[in-house]
């Protein structure tokens, strides 16, 4: 992997929950109220916070992930970003070195494979001088991940936060002291079953991200930090492929793809449809929750995932959009549905009361998000079927995250088997019916 002229900045921590998310938000709004033209991405499967990302800079956000991505398209990705943009700030995910595996899928892959110089957002809330070994030995853990800063979270008052920079200064002073940012309560993010709650459902949003950027530049020397993204010294001298030049993630299902697109259907990977686009495919996109039916030209429909559990009753109500997805099925349109969208294509969703709702019967699927049981992790997928995704045999990779119980699948075709991060084998997974295909799993990229 190579990156193109621009300089990159990867953000991470120790461990998930150390104020990363909040910080990168607050430090995109910053930089793009101050001029900048800041790019953004994220590492590894998610849906939700670039999201935000795009809210506090105005311009989409993309995901990097090197365990489900073809490195020649995680490479385009980043060079696309770099080529279009000052800056590219980019948040990671759980811990710097924690991804799919010991081995691989981490921040810290991005970061080496990149040549991304990485600033740590340390939680000290509970530890003054050890704060400084944590980040001692988080800068020494790799040696092709040059961790060139470090910003504390959650100080206590000047002197905790003087203890902490001499400690510092003591045993780590070639990574640069950026900043400590105090306690602040009302910089906390609400949060549901599958992470924070939706970008798009904050009323409020645009002043969190303004009182985000505030906190950061009172607080956070910005420009030193903007500085140490320059600090590329790993960077690989090989030039990047073109994104044109990359087969698109998942192969477009149709010509004219009708997308769902609201707050029931918003986890759609942004590569995916721009990869649709770029193979000529037109976006078509409906909401469900506005009772709107796919358009009646296309011969495609996509359901991503999203929360329908939490809108059953109403989308079960929509009978413009249910019988719009029965007459697409009808004229053999091809409907294609990943994780909520697979729930919405069987016969019935037992919402969080106990409560049935019919949903379209297109699929031999009954589904329950009163029975919860928690379903995560990356997943590498073969078609068992043909499909318009590819014929059988075709390899995929991408994840799956949910909580919903199956009651019952089938009798049918499997749309997939599935393994693992590891290779362990999970068996078949998904449903085919005629032109209805889809399952629990989230297509990331193809192999």
């Not at 590492?43 to 809210?55: E, L, R, T």
Request: charged share 15%.
């Amino acid at each position: 992997m190579a990156a193109g002229s621009a300089a990159g900045l990867i953000v991470a921590a120790p461990a998930s929950g150390s104020g990363k998310t909040v910080f990168t938000l607050g430090l995109i709004r910053r930089l793009a109220r101050s001029g900048v033209s800041v790019a953004s991405a994220k590492v590894g499967p998610d849906y939700i916070d670039p999201a935000f990302h795009a809210a506090a800079g105005g311009r989409a956000c993309v995901n990097l992930d090197p365990w489900a991505m073809r490195p020649a398209m995680l490479a385009a990705t980043a060079a696309g970003l770099e080529g279009g943009s000052d800056l590219v700030i980019c948040e990671g995910v759980m811990g710097l070195f924690d991804g799919a595996t010991a081995r691989a899928g981490s921040t810290a892959d991005v970061a080496a494979g990149l040549g991304w110089p990485v600033v740590l957002v340390v939680d000290a809330r509970a530890q003054a001088a050890s704060a400084a070994a944590v980040v001692r030995g988080f800068a020494n853990h790799r040696p092709d991940v040059h961790v060139v800063g470090v910003v504390f979270n959650r100080i206590g008052g000047e002197r905790h936060a003087a203890v902490i920079a001499e400690a510092c200064a003591l045993h780590v002073p070639d990574v640069a002291v950026l900043g400590f940012l105090p306690r602040t309560e009302d910089l906390a993010l609400p949060e549901r079953h599958l992470g924070l709650i939706q970008a798009r459902e904050h009323a409020e949003l645009d002043a969190f991200l303004d009182r985000a950027a505030t906190v950061i530049a009172a607080h956070v020397d910005v420009a030193a930090l903007v500085a140490l993204a320059g600090e590329c010294g790993s960077k690989p001298p090989a030039a990047p492929p073109s994104p044109s030049t990359v087969s698109p993630p998942v192969p477009p299902i149709g010509q004219r793809i009708a997308v769902a697109d609201d707050a029931a259907f918003a986890f759609r990977y942004a590569l995916v449809i721009d990869g649709w686009r770029a193979a000529g495919a037109e976006i078509l996109p409906f909401s469900p929750l506005a009772d709107e039916p796919p358009d009646a030209s296309a011969d495609a429909v996509y359901l991503p995932g999203g929360y329908p559990e939490l809108h059953a009753g109403r989308l079960a109500g929509n009978s413009n959009f249910l019988a719009g997805l029965g007459e697409a099925a009808a004229r053999s349109a091809a409907v294609f549905g990943e994780c909520g969208g697979y729930m919405v294509l069987g016969r019935g969703l037992v919402d969080a009361d106990g409560v049935r709702h019919a949903m379209a019967g297109l699929l031999a699927l009954e589904t329950s998000f009163a029975e919860r049981g928690l379903h995560l992790g990356y997943r590498r997928v073969t078609l068992a079927a043909a499909t318009p995704l590819g014929p059988a045999g075709a390899l995929f990779r991408g994840h799956e995250f949910h909580y919903a119980r199956t009651l019952s699948e089938g009798p049918g075709t499997a749309l997939f088997a599935a393994a693992d991060a590891g290779g362990r084998d999970l068996g078949a997974t998904g449903l085919v019916q005629g032109s209805v295909f889809a399952s629990f799993i989230h297509l990331v990229d193809r192999e």
